[in-house]
């Protein structure tokens, strides 16, 4: 990723599905033992976890005419849904979604509809700042008083209100995962998921964070 936006080239649709190893060769590992038939399950582990990107069909440079709508639902960022252009950072966020998603083993926001989007964000991040509301082209339809969303008056279901209060803060969902030795791994998920592109990490920063450059 850093490299591509050294290019000034942005991705714009990150997913599990775009990432792939470089080799499919594996060693199976005993996993754990089935309790009633005494039978050892195993769990495969790649060789290298070396990866590589693919899918660039919706790739563009910096400096194009930018489409309104970009990435996969789940790994969408908030500036798009929101309607306030996007660039390189849409893409970090992504990486965020993803990282979530290898912790736990599922999609972190799974929804399908844009005011439930937001309400899980607001769930496992807190508020939308100010400034982001102000300047949505969707602030009637999303938002209320100022910067209130309409939520849960504006869910489409009783399930889609149990969908978003099933979601916990960001670091309550990591700890669940993730040892308590690894909470830098929390602070990384937190650049990489802040809300305001403009401060949101850059891939070099993410690059740079201790999670990466102190072994555990």
């Not at 965020?96 to 926001?109: H, N, R, V, Y």
């Not at 008083?145 to 279901?157: D, H, I, K, Q, T």
């Not at 830098?184 to 802040?194: A, F």
Request: contains cysteine; proline residues 5%; aromatic residues 8%.
């Amino acid at each position: 990723m850093h490299y591509m936006h050294e290019l000034r080239l942005i991705h714009t649709d990150l997913k599990p599905e775009n990432i792939l190893l470089v080799s499919s060769e594996y060693v199976k590992l005993p996993s754990c033992k089935r309790v009633l038939s005494d039978e050892t399950q195993f769990r495969c582990l790649p060789k290298s976890s070396a990866i590589k990107l693919i899918d660039f069909g919706s790739t563009a440079f910096a400096n194009q005419n930018h489409s309104s709508i970009v990435s996969t639902r789940h790994y969408r960022a908030p500036e798009v849904i929101l309607g306030l252009g996007w660039s390189s950072p849409c893409d970090l966020w992504s990486v965020g979604c993803i990282l979530i998603e290898l912790c736990t083993g599922e999609a972190l926001f799974q929804t399908h509809e844009n005011l439930e989007h937001l309400a899980m964000m607001e769930r496992v991040l807190g508020p939308l700042p100010e400034h982001m509301v102000r300047k949505s082209k969707g602030t009637e339809k999303y938002f209320k008083r100022g910067s209130r969303l309409r939520w849960p008056e504006g869910a489409v279901s009783r399930e889609s209100i149990n969908a978003v209060k099933k979601l916990g803060h960001l670091k309550d969902i990591i700890s669940r995962h993730v040892e308590s030795s690894r909470s830098s791994l929390t602070d990384l998920l937190h650049g990489l998921l802040t809300y305001n592109p403009a401060e949101r990490f850059t891939a070099s920063e993410a690059l740079d964070h201790p999670f990466f450059r102190i072994p555990t």
